[in-house]
Every structure is written in structure tokens, then in C-alpha cells.
DNA sequence: GGTATAGCTTAACAATTTGATAACTTTTAA
DNA sequence: TTAAAAGTTATCAAATTGTTAAGCTATACC
């Protein structure tokens, strides 16, 4: 799951909640920043751009409704994720909270099980389609974008280039035979020469400056990082 | 509120909770479509389309988790919003609920006003995603009111324009094959010749002077900022 | 209702990129 | 040692996109 790198800004003022709450979403791999009340969670949220933000309703100071208000009220802050977090479970705080834009609404007591398992869905909610990025290491291949990453570079590779890459990195470690290649790549209409995939391996190689692409002598090319 | 055009469908099998539910979302705007059990709500939202899927867990034949699996196989409801509800506060189901995929979890005795409140809060979030304005640095685009800022300067772009534009940068980054653009933005009803989409693209980038739109030869385009 | 205007599509051609191949060299495995 | 397989390079053809101008269409305006 690569929605796992989002960061998230938890603010409440008892401490051993707080531990306990980073404690789990570290361990799930989120990026975990807090505060200790609404005025520092503020900050900590200009400063940090958090993908989630948890509130505990009943803070010193600034309360977390209000620290919402203030939050939704910046542009920067229109569209992150906002939840709260509460030991009252009193219907009206509720309501008002939710109508103050936040994004969901949890009850204190709340197991860090059900807790994490309730951020990684509001992530899945935004993350939308997020199979079509492979990663490995430095590595990234995303189809979507069309674009590979090396290292935080930028790679652009041609269609067939791109293609032919994606195909061996979807089964990494598994050789693929030529036939296959000219099967997924080519389709099964188009005939081409000999040399046409060592060709573009060769590009795809040149360009990555990355040494992954196999060659198995007699059978065909893997991918491995 | 212009999201309660949204359509809702619910699917619980005691008739009382059902009305209650049904009849306070009405009252709120939205449309809704109901089902008594698992197999009626599958045909139900195939039928609807629903934009928000309400499952009781416990229902006679397919319960709501197995339900849930099912309509997240169909790439049609992959990305529709599915919320649980139930009677159990059994810690293993809820997080068992949203590891399947579902959006949010509420568990009964609920209050109507506390569940309409969730639901415009689900409704909030991803209306904000997909309609108002998507600003990237200078620019902006307003889609409600077809306008484009850039550096404070307002773009006058014709129709067709606007919506490629918009279409593109609804998903930063991501590559819109060719395919991709005449279906959203012409339909699928209309053909038009090959140099169509380069004419529109190339007068986007003639007015914005700015160089959003990338080619991605053999492939389409996509909106980088 | 007629006319002006902007918008949309197309055709024709230019420019560019990509892909395939030939010809040759190097490596590998038996 | 020696075939067979794979690597390399330059070159050319093909595919794709960019550009421009012109014609058509719908809409707004008088």
C-alpha cells in the first residue's frame, strides 16, 4: 500500500492518548507530526501539510471544532482530511462537528486497531486508484503518469519502451519469453525482426543508467531489482 | 447544497429502521433507492447507479461485508462510497467492514440526524474533489463558473476549451489517452477527425501561455503543473 | 429575420518522434 | 573452439503530432 507515506498531524493534550495513537500509525507506516492544542496544531498544519488531521474535541484553548473553522477557512487546508476525536459522545457535539466540515467523527474510547483501520479507509477513499504505481527501492513505474523515477529523476521512455518495461517490472523476477514480449507488447498480429527487443532493451537500459533488466540467455529477459 | 442530487441506496432488511432511514434522507434531498438483503441491493445498484451505498451487516441470505465484496469487484461500484451499519460494536467486524473497502462505518442505535450529518460529510469530501475550483500555483480553474485565472489575468477558453482543460486537470499527472478525452469530453456518440483534440490543445496552450500539457506521444496528454 | 461572431471541425502539410531493420560485433554455453 | 544468441549502432521508414488556414455551424446581436 503506497497511500502509507501520507502524513498525518494528530493534536490532543493528553499525553499517553497521543503516544498510544502515533505509536499505532507509525507502526501501520504512516508519517506521524503532533501538538498539544489547537493553536499548535495549527502551526504544526501550516508547516507541515498533513494529509489527515485529527482533532481531540476538548482541548485547552481552542477546541478542536474551532481549530476546524479556522483550518477549513485556508485554502491550503480545504481539502485535507479532518477527523475528530472525542469522549463525548453526545449527539449535538457530533452533529455540529460534522457539519463544521470535518470529515468523520470517532468516539472515544476507540481501539487503535479500529482507529488505524478507520484512517487507512479514509485514505483509500482519496487515493483513488493507486494500483498503477510500481516501486521498488529508487524505482518507480507509473502508469499512470507514463513516466518512470529513478532516484527522484525523471525518465522519460518511449511507448513501446515504457511498455515493454512495465510488462517485465508487473512479475518482477519472472523471465519473460521473447515470444511472450512480442505477445503483450507487439500483439499477436504484428511480426517484427530478431533484434527489435534487444533493441529497445538496450534503449530502456541505457536511459535507466539502472542495471534491472536480465538477460537469460536462450530463453528470454527478467526484471530484478 | 447542489450534492443532494446524490443518489442513495439502502439496504436493510427490518422495514421499521428502513422507513426511518429513507424518510430522513428524503427529507434531506437526496433520492433513494432501498433493498431488503444483499442479492436486491446488488441489482438495485446496478440498476441505480447509486453515488452511496448504505449496508446493514446482518441481513438474511449475503450479509453486508460479503455484499461489499461483491459490488467492489465490479469496476463500477470501485469507487462508489459504501458505509456499514449495524448493531454490533464487535470491534473484529468493524475493522473486518473496513479493510473490505468500505468507506465508513456507523453503528446502531444511530440517530437519523447523526447519520444525515455523516452522510453530507461523505458527500462533502468528494464533491470537493470533483467539482469547484482546482488551483495549481497561479493558476486556477473555476469549473462551476467556466472561468481560468492565471496570474490574476481571466482566460476567456470556448467550450470544448474548457473541458479538455478541466479534464485533464482533474487528475494532474495522469495520462488521458486519446480514447479517454473524445469519450469524456465529446461522448461516445460523436466521431471527429484525428486532428481534433492537437487543434483544441495547442489554442489551450496559445491562450494560457503556459506550458500545462504534456504530450506523451503514442499515448495522449496529461496536465502538469 | 438577417448578419456578425465565435466556436468547432477538417484538410493539408510540416515537423518531430518513434520503431524496425540491417549489418556488424561481442558474449555465452556446450 | 565454435555456433548460437544477444548487444550495438546508424539509418531509414512509419507513425504521430503540430500548425495553419479554411469552411461550416450555432449562437448572439441588431
Redesign the pocket.
Known sequence: MDFKNNKILIAEDEPDILEILQFNLEMEGYTVVTAKNGDEAIAQAKKHQPDLIILDIMMPGKNGIETCNLLRLNPAFSHTLIVFLTALSDEATEIRGLETGADDYLTKPISPKVLVSKVNALFRRINKDDNSLLQFGDLQIDRERYIIINQGKDIIL????FELLALLASKPGKVFL?NEILNQV?GTE?I??D??I?????KI?QKLKLDCIT?V????YKFEV
Not at 198 to 202: G, I, K, L, N, P
Not at 217 to 220: E, F, H, I, L, N
Open positions: 518511449a511507448r513501446k519502451e521473447r507487439w504484428v517484427v525482426g533484434r527489435t534487444d533493441v529497445h532493451v538496450r537500459r538477460t540467455k536462450g530463453v528470454g
